[in-house]
C-alpha cells in the first residue's frame, strides 16, 4: 500500500484556490444532460466521481466536450437520453449513483448500474421504494436493499404522493427530485421523519432553478413539481468552488497561522460553508471577502464544544480532527448519515483518531472525543478508501508530530492534488 508520511509542522500560512464543489459539479453535468439546449459548466471538479458521472453520460448518449481547463460543453437531451441501453459502473460515487439511479428508472429503457464493493454495501433502498411508488421497475441482482441494479421501462402514474425517509441520505431526496420532471407529470413528494442535510437539499432546488424548474415546497416535509416541467440550459454556469474541502485549510490556519480559502464565500449555495460560522462561535477570527474566507489561529485555546451537525455532515468530519487541538471534550451529535458515507465514518474516526492517543466514544449518531494531554507521534492512518479521512487527518501534523496516511491517493474522488496543497502552506 502507498503511504505519504508528512513531517511535523506548527505553522500554516497563504492562501488556496480550491476545486470546484463535487456535489455542485455532478448535479449540474446531469441537469445540463437532461435540459434542453447546449450548457457551458466553467470550474467543473476534476476528481474520481465527476469522471464516473462524465463516463455514464457520454455512455447514454450525451454529447460532451472538453473545451478549456475544467470547462465543459454538454448538448443536452431535452428529458430523453439517446441509449436505452447501457451498462454503467459508478465507482464510489453516490452523487452519480443516486441521481442516475432516478432519471434511468424514468426514462424508458434498460439499464445496469453497478459500482466498487464499498456501493454495494451503500443502502438505497429508500430511494428504489420511492421510485417503485411512481411505478418504476427495478431490481436488486445482489442483496436486497443495495446495488447492484437493473432498471427496465416502466408504466409511470404519480398520482399518489411519492414518500420518502429523510433520516438515511439526502442524496435519495436529490435524486427524485431532479428525475421526477422527465415524467412531465404533476409530482409530489413527502418526507417521512426529519430531514437530514437539508443544505443539500437547498443546493438541489438551486441548481434545478438555474435551470428553469422552480420546486414548490412546503417546509422540509413536502416538495411539489409542477406538471410538464422541462429543463432548460442557462446557456453558462460557474461552479463555486467546495466548501467542504476549505474547511481542512481553515481549520489549518485555526490551529496553525493564517490561511484564506478562494473561490467560496459567504454567500455560498453550499451548506458546508456554515463550518466557518461554527469556527466563528468557537472565537476563530473569520474574514470573509467577495469569493473568499480567511481563517487566523487565536492567541486563547480553542475550548471543547457541543454541536449538532446536521446542517454540515462532510465538514464536521473536520470538527473532529479540530477537536484534538481543543481544551475538553467535543461532541458531534447528529451525524448518523457518517455511517452510510464511502466508510463508516464514526467507526473509522473514533479508531483513528485513537492512534493519535484520543479518547473517543461513539454512538449511533454522536461521537465524542477528548484529545491527549500530548499527541502520538508516527502514527499510522488509515483511510478506508475514504478521502475525506485522508484529508481530515493530514491536519494531526500541525499538532508539531509527523504522521503517515495510508492510501493517500484516496482524495482523488473529490480533490487529487490536495496534498501538494497543503504542503505549500505548512512549514
Same mark, same amino acid.
Given at each position: 500500500?502507498?503511504?505519504?508520511?508528512?513531517?511535523?509542522?506548527?505553522?500554516?500560512?497563504?492562501?488556496?484556490?480550491?476545486?470546484?464543489?463535487?456535489?455542485?459539479?455532478?448535479?449540474?453535468?446531469?441537469?445540463?444532460?437532461?435540459?434542453? +439546449?447546449?450548457?457551458?459548466? $466553467?470550474?467543473?471538479?476534476?476528481?474520481?466521481?465527476?469522471?464516473?458521472?462524465?463516463?455514464?453520460?457520454?455512455?447514454?448518449?450525451?454529447?460532451?466536450?472538453?473545451?478549456?481547463?475544467?470547462?465543459? $460543453?454538454?448538448?443536452?437531451?431535452?428529458?430523453?437520453?439517446?441509449?436505452?441501453?447501457?451498462?454503467?459502473?459508478?465507482?464510489?460515487?453516490?452523487?452519480?449513483?443516486?441521481?442516475?439511479?432516478?432519471?434511468?428508472?424514468?426514462?424508458? +429503457?434498460?439499464?445496469?448500474?453497478?459500482?466498487?464493493? =464499498?456501493?454495494?454495501?451503500?443502502?438505497?433502498?429508500?430511494?428504489?421504494?420511492?421510485?417503485?411508488?411512481?411505478?418504476?421497475?427495478?431490481?436488486?441482482?445482489?442483496?436486497?436493499?443495495?446495488?447492484?441494479?437493473?432498471?427496465?421501462?416502466?408504466?409511470?402514474?404519480?398520482?399518489?404522493?411519492?414518500?420518502?425517509?429523510?433520516?438515511?441520505?439526502?442524496?435519495?431526496?436529490?435524486?427524485?427530485?431532479?428525475?421526477?420532471?422527465?415524467?412531465?407529470?404533476?409530482?409530489?413528494?413527502?418526507?417521512?421523519?426529519?430531514?437530514?442535510?437539508?443544505?443539500?437539499?437547498?443546493?438541489?432546488?438551486?441548481?434545478?432553478?438555474?435551470? +428553469?424548474?422552480?420546486?414548490? $415546497?412546503? =417546509?422540509?416535509?413536502?416538495?411539489?413539481?409542477?406538471?410538464?416541467? $422541462?429543463?432548460?440550459?442557462?446557456?453558462?454556469?460557474?461552479?463555486?468552488?467546495?466548501?467542504?474541502?476549505?474547511?481542512?485549510?481553515?481549520?489549518?490556519?485555526?490551529?496553525? +497561522?493564517?490561511?484564506?480559502?478562494?473561490?467560496?464565500?459567504?454567500?455560498?449555495?453550499?451548506?458546508?460553508?456554515?463550518?466557518?460560522?461554527?469556527?466563528?462561535?468557537?472565537?476563530?477570527?473569520?474574514?470573509?471577502?467577495?469569493?473568499?474566507?480567511?481563517?487566523?489561529?487565536?492567541?486563547?485555546?480553542?475550548?471543547?464544544?457541543?454541536?449538532?451537525?446536521?446542517?454540515?455532515?462532510?465538514?464536521?468530519?473536520?470538527?473532529?480532527?479540530?477537536?484534538?487541538?481543543?481544551?475538553?471534550?467535543?461532541?458531534?451529535?447528529?451525524?448518523?448519515?457518517?455511517?452510510?458515507?464511502?466508510?463508516?465514518?464514526?467507526?473509522?474516526?473514533?479508531?483513528?483518531?485513537?492512534?493519535?492517543?484520543?479518547?473517543?466514544?461513539?454512538?449511533?449518531?454522536?461521537?465524542?472525543?477528548?484529545?491527549?494531554?500530548?499527541?502520538?507521534?508516527?502514527?499510522?492512518?488509515?483511510?478506508?478508501?475514504?478521502?475525506?479521512?485522508?484529508?481530515?487527518?493530514?491536519?494531526?501534523?500541525?499538532?508539531?508530530?509527523?504522521?503517515?496516511?495510508?492510501?493517500?491517493?484516496?482524495?482523488?474522488?473529490?480533490?487529487?492534488?490536495?496534498?501538494?496543497?497543503?504542503?505549500?502552506?505548512?512549514?
Amino acid at each position: 500500500m502507498e503511504q505519504l508520511t508528512l513531517p511535523a509542522a506548527s505553522h500554516a500560512q497563504g492562501t488556496i484556490t480550491l476545486p470546484g464543489s463535487k456535489s455542485i459539479s455532478n448535479r449540474t453535468l446531469l441537469l445540463a444532460a437532461l435540459a434542453n +439546449g447546449t450548457t457551458e459548466i $466553467r470550474d467543473l471538479l476534476a476528481s474520481d466521481d465527476t469522471a464516473r458521472m462524465l463516463e455514464a453520460l457520454e455512455k447514454l448518449g450525451i454529447k460532451l466536450e472538453n473545451f478549456a481547463e475544467n470547462a465543459w $460543453r454538454v448538448t443536452g437531451c431535452d428529458g430523453n437520453f439517446p441509449n436505452k441501453q447501457a451498462d454503467l459502473f459508478l465507482g464510489n460515487a453516490g452523487t452519480a449513483f443516486r441521481p442516475l439511479t432516478a432519471a434511468l428508472s424514468l426514462s424508458n +429503457g434498460d439499464y445496469h448500474l453497478s459500482g466498487v464493493p =464499498r456501493m454495494h454495501e451503500r443502502p438505497i433502498g429508500d430511494l428504489v421504494n420511492a421510485l417503485r411508488q411512481a411505478g418504476a421497475d427495478i431490481s436488486y441482482l445482489e442483496n436486497e436493499g443495495f446495488p447492484p441494479l437493473q432498471i427496465a421501462p416502466a408504466k409511470l402514474d404519480l398520482s399518489q404522493t411519492i414518500k420518502i425517509r429523510g433520516d438515511v441520505s439526502s442524496q435519495f431526496l436529490t435524486a427524485l427530485l431532479m428525475a421526477l420532471p422527465l415524467t412531465k407529470q404533476s409530482a409530489t413528494i413527502e418526507v417521512v421523519g426529519e430531514l437530514i442535510s437539508k443544505p443539500y437539499i437547498e443546493i438541489t432546488l438551486n441548481l434545478m432553478a438555474k435551470f +428553469g424548474i422552480t420546486v414548490q $415546497r412546503d =417546509r422540509w416535509q413536502r416538495f411539489t413539481i409542477p406538471a410538464n416541467s $422541462r429543463y432548460q440550459s442557462p446557456k453558462e454556469i460557474f461552479v463555486e468552488g467546495d466548501a467542504s474541502s476549505a474547511s481542512y485549510f481553515l481549520a489549518a490556519g485555526t490551529i496553525a +497561522g493564517e490561511v484564506t480559502v478562494s473561490g467560496v464565500d459567504f454567500n455560498s449555495i453550499q451548506g458546508d460553508v456554515k463550518f466557518a460560522d461554527e469556527l466563528q462561535k468557537l472565537g476563530v477570527e473569520i474574514c470573509g471577502a467577495n469569493n473568499s474566507i480567511t481563517a487566523k489561529k487565536t492567541v486563547k485555546k480553542l475550548q471543547g464544544f457541543e454541536l449538532d451537525c446536521n446542517h454540515i455532515p462532510d465538514a464536521a468530519m473536520t470538527l473532529a480532527v479540530l477537536a484534538l487541538f481543543a481544551e475538553g471534550t467535543t461532541t458531534l451529535k447528529n451525524i448518523a448519515s457518517w455511517r452510510v458515507k464511502e466508510t463508516d465514518r464514526i467507526s473509522a474516526m473514533a479508531t483513528e483518531l485513537r492512534k493519535v492517543g484520543a479518547i473517543v466514544e461513539e454512538g449511533a449518531d454522536y461521537i465524542k472525543i477528548t484529545p491527549p494531554a500530548q499527541l502520538t507521534p508516527k502514527a499510522v492512518i488509515d483511510t478506508y478508501d475514504d478521502h475525506r479521512m485522508a484529508m481530515c487527518f493530514s491536519l494531526v501534523s500541525l499538532g508539531d508530530v509527523p504522521i503517515t496516511i495510508n492510501d493517500p491517493n484516496c482524495v482523488a474522488k473529490t480533490f487529487p492534488n490536495y496534498f501538494t496543497e497543503f504542503k505549500k502552506l505548512v512549514s
